[in-house]
């Protein structure tokens, strides 16, 4: 057993081993450039044709979307704009600015609105002039009467701007409420190694929960970096959809880290804690606003009450000694 131990042992094994393990590090390391392949082309291959299919799926879901976003013209409402409102009233930008921030698309929401506008006056004319007339006039004069309803018309005009501007405040504070939750996402998205198109699919399909209007818009965004020749209108277009200061702040930096070729996870980082501090510095002003509105509701409430507690039982008291 010795004897064979110190034949493999011996110098003359340890040598030839010595020799064969340098002999074939040396045919690998001449040989392992040869067989290794080109990671990096390979990487970006996969990478392209990824994008690719993320920009089809973003077209075929904008286009199974299309019904929903974008709204058609009634028959009877088309008929009617067509005929009494002239083109410029249809081509207005700033209306159809306002219908986008609102969240209507298409050329339907602009007929909707422009035909309400033509129908609203004379139908309030007409209603609040056969109330005062038939029903209750107040005590007032047939001139008087006449004065309240074409008020009422003067009202009426305005109607529909008032609606769509109620609707644009109700998007633009869930979109603020829920944008700095989203940016927190976008900054995990970017940092984990994914493109912005993927971060801006992949925040739409979460933070839906939370705000659907901000998951549409984001939505739409990631469409329009599929299609769209330039990446920086489609920021420009969300900023502009938004009317949000916070989300035009976004947008720009995204562009500048685009042109400049900064990190996108230090700006949205920064964006982040920027609109969150803006989320609270809201909540302090609603906060700090809250003691004149309860001025009142304390007066006419708080103190009666208050008072019948203090003085009810020496009330009481007085009238038991009597």
Same mark, same amino acid.
Not at 58 to 81: D, M, N, S, W, Y
């Given at each position: ?5 110190? @034949? ?39 990478? @392209?044709?990824?994008?690719?299919? %993320? ?30 409102? @002239? ?86 504070? @869930? ?18 190694? %994914? ?37 920086? %209108? ?28 900064? &990190? ?27 003691? &004149?509105?309860?001025?009142? &509701? ?5 103190? &009666? ?18």
């Amino acid at each position: 057993m010795f004897q064979i131990a110190a @034949s493999m042992f011996s110098i003359e094994n340890v040598v030839t081993l010595l020799t064969a393990v340098a002999a074939f590090a040396t045919i690998f390391t001449l040989t392992a450039p040869l067989l290794n392949t080109d990671k990096l082309s390979t990487r970006m291959k996969y990478v @392209s044709t990824e994008r690719e299919a %993320m920009r089809a799926r973003a077209r075929e879901a904008l286009a199974q979307e299309k019904t929903r976003l974008r709204h058609t013209p009634k028959g009877f409402i088309k008929q009617v704009v067509e005929k009494f409102a @002239s083109g410029n009233m249809l081509e207005n930008a700033a209306v159809k600015e306002k219908l986008r921030q609102a969240g209507f698309r298409g050329p339907g929401p602009m007929y909707t609105f422009v035909f309400f506008r033509f129908v609203m006056p004379p139908v309030l004319f007409v209603v609040t002039l056969l109330y005062m007339v038939f029903v209750n006039d107040f005590g007032l004069q047939p001139m008087a009467r006449l004065a309240v309803s074409c008020a009422a018309a003067f009202v009426g005009f305005y109607l529909p701007n008032l609606f769509v501007e109620n609707v644009i405040s109700r998007r633009q504070d @869930s979109i603020r409420k829920a944008f700095p939750d989203a940016l927190d996402l976008m900054l995990i998205c970017v940092e984990s190694g %994914m493109s912005i198109e993927a971060a801006f699919q992949k925040v739409a399909a979460e933070i839906g929960a939370q705000s659907v209007e901000l998951a549409e818009e984001l939505g739409l965004t990631t469409a329009e970096l599929s299609y769209l020749q330039e990446r920086r %209108m489609a920021y420009e277009n969300l900023a502009r959809r938004t009317g949000l200061p916070g989300v035009k702040a976004v947008a720009t930096t995204l562009i500048q880290a685009e042109r400049y070729g900064t &990190p996108l996870g230090q700006a949205l980082r920064v964006m982040a804690q920027e609109n969150r501090d803006m989320r609270m510095a809201e909540a302090e002003k609603k906060a700090a606003g809250l003691p &004149p509105k309860l001025t009142v &509701p304390m007066i006419l409430f708080f103190l &009666p009450v208050l008072f019948g507690v203090i003085l009810g039982p020496a009330i009481i008291k007085s009238f038991a000694n009597v």
